[in-house]
């Protein structure tokens, strides 16, 4: 998507040699407007697939897999990262380990939410080591469902991410595609 590579070139910032800083309009503030725009760009790639349900792994990825949800006309479910007594008891969990932030975290669904009914759309910011990815497809697929395919807003293409999920059988659409940072943070693009 040129609009999205062309505000991380404008708004982002590199930092050599693994770092995409997109705080401005996608981790910490978000712009709505911006994020209408890749919700129906992802929803127009899945357009075939008949989607039940958007799944995304709190928090970053939550406002684009929201206006994806809300273009396909189906619920959007956040996976948890933390236990909450205010949710269900019942979940299902895998557990996570995040080589880009260096811990280990428990993701969850409570069950029901999704069952062998589902074809599920995963939506998320980044696919780096594409270890949260596949927690989420570990999930959903322990929940019986079929997953339609893994978007991500910002694949860092130099990272095994994308092969690590294809390797599962799933599809990868990533809206742009970072190929390099260069040590003066300068961003390019496959
Ligand atoms: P990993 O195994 O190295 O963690 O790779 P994965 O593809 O699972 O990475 C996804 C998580 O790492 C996401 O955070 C994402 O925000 C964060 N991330 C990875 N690389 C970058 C980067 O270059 N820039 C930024 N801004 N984030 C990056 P998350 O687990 O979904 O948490 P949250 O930040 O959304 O709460």
């Known amino acids: 998507m040129k609009a999205l590579e062309e505000k991380i070139l404008a708004q982002g910032k590199g930092i050599y040699p693994d770092i995409i800083q997109v705080g401005n309009f996608i981790n910490h503030q978000v712009d709505p407007a911006f994020m209408n ?29 929201l206006m994806c949800a809300y273009k396909l006309g189906v619920p959007l479910i956040i996976l948890k990262k933390k236990a909450s007594r205010n949710l269900s008891p019942n979940v299902t969990r895998t557990e996570v380990t995040s080589f880009t932030k260096g811990d280990v975290y428990d993701l969850s669904i409570a069950d029901g939410l999704i069952d062998e009914n589902d074809h599920v759309l995963i939506v998320d910011d980044f696919l780096a080591n594409g270890e949260a990815g596949t927690g989420a497809i570990r999930l959903i697929r322990k929940c019986h469902a079929t997953i339609a395919g893994f978007a991500a807003l910002v694949e860092k293409s130099f990272q095994p991410g994308r092969q690590k999920i294809t390797d599962q059988g799933v599809k990868v659409y990533a809206l742009a595609r970072v190929s390099e940072i260069t040590p003066d943070g300068t961003i390019k693009f496959l």
Do not use: L
């Open 37 to 65: 725009e890749i919700g129906e760009d992802i929803a127009k790639e899945f357009a075939k697939e008949t989607i039940t349900k958007v799944v995304t792994i709190e928090s970053s990825g939550i406002a684009p897999a």
